[in-house]
């Protein structure tokens, strides 16, 4: 094989990857197979053939749950937020807003079904 050939075979498997990071990146955070594609700048059926390879899928499962564990990560951290300013509603140190309270207790809701979702991924 010549030097011009590896050099070839590297920018293709450069490019690739390339494809897959990005391809990766846009299912992970629910792209559709077409959204993927158009945001990788490939075929939509290259989306699907890389689907079809188990390893391919395996990491865009790895990073589907990369993505929910971060999203639970910041919800949390925003409940914790939420809980700290319903208590000082509740010890009568904060005056309550309704807007406020409605969000904080959606955010909480929210929290625990992520949670939930993420305990039944095993």
Known sequence: MSDADTELDDVVADERRRFDELIIGA????STWEQAAER?????????????????RARVVDAKDDVLD?????????????????????SG???PDAGRIRAATALMNA??????HV???G
Do not use: H, K, W
């Open 40 to 56: 990788a700048g490939c075929s939509r059926r290259t989306v699907e053939r890389r689907m079809a390879e188990p390893g391919f």
């Open 119 to 121: 305990q039944s991924r």
């Open 93 to 95: 140190s904060e005056n």
């Open 111 to 116: 929290v625990t079904r992520i949670d939930s």
């Open 70 to 90: 971060r999203t639970l990560a910041l919800a949390a951290n925003a409940s914790l937020v939420s809980v700290n300013y319903l208590l000082r509603v509740v």
């Open 27 to 30: 299912l992970a955070t629910g």
